[in-house]
């Protein structure tokens, strides 16, 4: 079949289907989205500076080479347009307007995310859209995690990455204690902090996978199981490094656990879980039927040149894509003109104010090491224990937070317990009779935890803005309808807990928490606002 050509440059006509105009809008509209989505994106691309996110930096320019490796398939379909891109887009317009009202900056960055994939639709229609596609997904992996769900990750794989580390440590026949996510050795105390949890290894490792899995040229079972095996790789090979850490400890001294070594062996291990991951690739090309060289099955090639009559092929800018683009220029346009909105902080006065002397209760304040204020990111805190008329003291603790939405929100005890070592035996709600909180019966976390032949009982729960929260994932979705509708982001965490000795009761120490939690209610009211 012959191809139509049109003559560049005769008037409005021939304006209306030039590539400049085409790349001069596309141009406009990406502009347009950078402006519209500025603090969210900004804040995005500080968080490339972390270990876990470096990698972002080099996803944005191989998006754009995958997608122009389509450029000759691309123009073969032509600019055909979907109206369900125009819907995308103003989802995403939707989420800006939400995340910018709630201060939530990780709902703004998914919805620029979001709308460049609209966009695209929008431009594309589906077949093209369909050519370009896996290459956009890779952008999500230029979004931060959400701070709740990295901290219970990061709990999660230091807590495993200790437990493996152990099992090294023992093939070697060293001598070792396992407390939790702390390590005890004859010489010293290894501690596998946020920072050895793997996750600086298991983000980017992920990405290459994913972009290896994208030019692996095989199945797709193959593809998937290639991307997905990054995970169990990360966790075996940094518990291996944190293992070899202790064994050189144990032969070396402890100088050997700090420093360049510790900084050497990381790299080291990420370079080897990439060996690992290009031998399975290997493995996989072996398994089958059809068996092809490497150069064959894996390859980054530059597209072929673009044929004469696909060059000289007009473009159209389609109708979906010219409303997408008026929307999200009237959407900056409009974001320019509101008034910027300041997250409240209410005025409370420091948790170090709380009283000492409750009622027949005495307290005793203790401090937490830095390490773990630097791993919380609160903003105030107090921990003390409390001895009663009976002598059996519980052991309060509140953490405050000013702000949860620029990465620092409260830990849940569930994922943070089993980092002292201590194993959740049971764990119910339960209602503390005589106690309200806001108006509201006090309804806590009820926790058996056991170390060994220790045991305690500890209540918990989540005191914020007015509310008592008990499930940490309903405690988020608050977060974000008050962050909306209040402008507050603002709460604590409320423990308390207490020692259940041998042959005593539990019935004894529930008695003992619900004592005190009615005496502490009434003061805590100073320090914790509605």
Known sequence: MAIQHTTVGAGPSSWLTSGTLVWSAILTALLSMLWLYREGVSA???????DEYSYAYFLPPLVAFFIWQKKNELLEIGLRGSWVGFAV??????LYVAGNLATLYVVVQYGFIVAVIGAALALLGYLGFRLVLAPLAMLFFLVPLPAFLFNNLSQSLQLLSSQWGVWVLRLFQVPVFEEGNVIHLAEMRLQVVEACSGLRYLFPLMAIGLIVAYLYRAAFWKRALLFLSTIPITVVMNSLRIGLIGVAVEYGGRAQAEGLLHAFEGWVVFMASLGVLLFEMWVLGHIGGERRPFREVFGFDFPAPTPPELAKRPLRLPAP?????????????AAAALPSR???????????GLPMQIGDWHGRSERLDRIYIDALKLDDYVIAEYTGPAGAPVELYVAYYASQRKGASVHSPRTCIPGGGWEIRSLEQRAIPGVTVAGQPLR?????????DQRQLVYYWFQQRGRVVTNEY???????????????????????????AAGENLDQADRK????????????????PE
């Open 342 to 352: 300041e997250e409240v902080a209410p005025a409370r006065p420091r948790l170090s």
């Open 474 to 500: 309903l405690l988020k979705w608050y977060l974000f309808w008050d962050a909306l509708t209040r402008n507050r982001t603002d709460g604590a965490l409320v423990r308390l807990s207490t020692a259940v």
């Open 44 to 50: 995005m691309v500080a968080s490339w500076s972390r």
């Open 89 to 94: 887009v103003l989802l995403a317009v939707g």
């Open 444 to 452: 806590v976390n009820r926790v058996q935890i056991q170390k060994g």
């Open 321 to 333: 894509f010219i409303a997408t683009l008026v929307l999200l220029l009237a959407a900056g346009i």
């Open 513 to 528: 928490l619900v004592a005190f939690a009615k005496v502490v209610e009434q003061p805590l009211r100073r320090f914790i």
